[in-house]
Structure formats: C-alpha cells, structure tokens
C-alpha cells in the first residue's frame, strides 16, 4: 500500500494532484502526518483532490487512525489519513 508522508511545508494543490493520481491507479493510498501544521495541510489536499475525483462519479473517503513511530529512540505518534474511493 502506497504511504504518502505530508509535511507542514507541502503545497496542498500539489499534494492534491499526487492524490488523484495515485487514486486512479490503487483502490487506497495512506498519508502520513506528524503534527497540526502538517495534518491541516493534508486534509486542505484532501479536499482539493476530491474536487478532481468528483466528476469521474466516484467520492473519496478518508479514514483517519492513530500510528506510533520511533524517531530517534522517541515515541511520536503520527496521524494517517486512509483514503479510499466509493
């Protein structure tokens, strides 16, 4: 399965596009955040790329769930947003 990481620096509408893409090809994609900048810019991708989807009949679905990492011998936990088409 496809694992998309977002960070606070990525520009939505290209990040939106890399989700459309990948939708065409795989039935769900993954993206993977660590922190609030970094969630906000994702879902703002979310929803561009739905606007992309929308006119092919299909809607995208995300699951959001709670993943815990080891970063330098540290606990983070990162949030990762399951996206799916119907």
Do not use: G, M, V, Y
């Given at each position: 399965m496809e694992i998309m990481k977002v960070s606070s620096t990525s520009v939505p509408n290209h990040v939106a596009g890399a989700i459309a893409s990948l939708m065409?090809?795989?039935e769900k994609i993954i993206i993977q955040t660590i922190g609030a900048a970094a969630l906000n810019?994702?879902?703002?991708?979310?929803?561009?790329a739905r606007g992309y989807i929308i006119p092919t009949g299909k809607e995208l679905?995300?699951?959001?769930?709670?993943?815990?990492?080891t970063v330098n011998?540290?606990?983070?936990?990162a949030i990762r947003l399951t996206i799916e088409l119907r």
């Open positions: 065409r090809e795989k810019q994702a879902i703002k991708a979310i929803a561009i679905i995300c699951i959001p769930s709670f993943h815990d990492l011998e540290k606990c983070i936990t």
